[in-house]
């Protein structure tokens, strides 16, 4: 089975003249920025379910990439031989860590007690394997959204015996995460939100939502879990409205169950512009409201509303994002995850190397340009010089909340001028950004 990946030799870093496609050309490993290597910093993650679980199917056509481990039947040799392609994928292209749903990864299951047996099988396996490979795990999540059972949502299911079943899986998956020696620990709400408001009662879904996390983040504490709990968010897709809409609203509903402290959020940019948002926006939201876990990198498609799940290749983007990340401390517990999809064209065992290389060679190129930015760092130095009145004077006053109203419209009154308008500089900083996209 492994065989399927033999035409492929372990990807090397061969340096920016290379002609290798399938060598890196900025990636390399152990080379150290800003005190961490490479491999430190960007913590990459391949996931199980684009590259191991999905055929290449679309709801117009059915799987394209006849993959030799996709049986028929999806049983306990079925997730072995997966598992076992998967690992032969990974120690070649020698990412540090992936990512999977418990669905992913063991044999179909259809009752609670077989979810639990099937699911329990796989992860003794998924430990042999790790032990002896450089790939650990980075995260792992229950996926609560494709099974049946699932289609009116699953904490926030009308039919508390669908929580239930809910919290079972999340119970084992966590409990795996912890034993395989997972940092983080995802929930991704596709179907917690609705398609029509006529059947919905959206208050009470949430406290569903809301005691269910609460529950999670207990749990996490009874099994002595060090890492992290991340909600994703996404505005709709599956359903046309997800209560975890964007980082600014997972935010609010965390405040809402005084969770702020213990959960934090995985950010996936194709989620983000799907919200209206971009992605660096959403990066400097979850960094000023200290909730900044991970993030699941893709891109979407500009002409395209929905999620494309394509791989990263825009520079610009990307170095942007790069050091939003490490302004705000770079990844603790949380990776750069692809979860990102070859097209459905794109069918041989090396499509599925070009896509992880092209992103980790485009995230390496953006973490030098990033590091350079930092070093030398002129946007900094903009916004400094922009709010540095707050820093003393009413400003100050002001935010330490030693000012009235009525003392702040003194102030003006005293002053008996109009405020002198400042540019904000946007083409200027452009070019600055221009000049560093290296
Ligand atoms: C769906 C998505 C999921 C989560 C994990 O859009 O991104 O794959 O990352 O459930
Ligand atoms: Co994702």
């Not at 940092?183 to 919905?200: A, H, K, M, P, Q």
Request: one cysteine or more.
């Amino acid at each position: 089975m492994s065989k399927y990946f033999d035409e492929i030799d372990p990807v090397k870093f061969e340096g920016r003249d290379s002609e290798n496609p399938l060598a890196f050309k900025y990636y390399d490993s152990s080379k150290i920025l800003m005190g961490k290597s490479m491999e430190e910093h960007l913590r990459f993650a391949v996931c199980y379910w684009h590259n191991f679980c999905w055929d290449g199917f679309d709801i117009f056509g059915s799987g394209t990439f006849n993959r030799p481990w996709h049986g028929v039947t999806n049983d306990q040799a079925a997730a072995e031989a997966k598992l076992e392609a998967a690992f032969s994928f990974f120690n070649k292209l020698g990412n540090p860590y992936f990512c999977f749903h418990d669905t992913d990864v063991m044999a179909a299951a259809e009752t609670p007690k077989e979810h639990v047996e099937n699911f329990a099988a796989i992860v003794d396996k998924i430990e042999e394997k790790i032990a002896v490979s450089k790939t650990k795990l980075l995260w792992g999540t229950a996926n609560m959204f494709s099974h049946p059972r699932y289609m009116a949502g699953a904490s926030t299911n009308p039919n508390p015996d669908v929580a239930a079943f809910a919290a079972l899986q999340v119970k084992h998956c966590l409990e795996a995460t912890h034993r395989l020696g997972g940092s983080g620990y995802v929930l991704w709400g596709g179907r917690e939100g609705y398609d029509t408001i006529l059947n919905t009662n959206v208050a009470q879904e949430m406290k569903q939502l809301g005691r269910f996390l609460t529950m999670v983040v207990e749990h996490k504490h009874k099994i002595g879990f060090k890492g992290d709990i991340w909600v994703e968010p996404k505005p709709h897709e599956p359903t046309k409205h997800q209560y975890d809409r964007d980082v600014g609203t997972v935010y609010g509903f965390l405040k809402e169950y005084g969770l702020e402290k213990e959960v934090g959020v995985n950010i996936e940019p194709n989620h983000a512009t799907m919200a209206g948002n971009n992605f660096e926006h959403e990066i400097e939201m979850a960094n000023a409201f200290g909730i900044f876990g991970s993030i699941d990198f893709n891109r979407g498609d500009p002409q395209n509303g929905w999620d494309t799940d394509q791989f990263p290749n825009d520079l610009r983007e990307t170095t942007m994002a790069l050091y939003y990340i490490l302004k705000g401390g770079g990844f603790k517990n949380g990776g750069a995850n692809f979860d990102a999809k070859v097209r459905r064209q794109s069918i041989d065992a090396k499509d599925l190397f070009y896509g992880h290389i092209g992103g980790m060679d485009l995230l390496a190129r953006a973490l030098e340009n990033a590091a350079k930015m930092i070093e030398n760092d002129k946007l900094q130095e903009f916004k400094d010089s922009r709010y540095k009145n707050w820093s003393s004077g009413h400003g100050a006053k002001m935010l330490d909340g030693k000012m009235s109203l009525d003392e702040m419209a003194a102030i003006s009154l005293q002053k008996n001028n109009s405020p002198k308008p400042m540019s904000g500089r946007q083409e200027g900083l452009e070019n600055i950004v221009t000049q560093f996209l290296k």
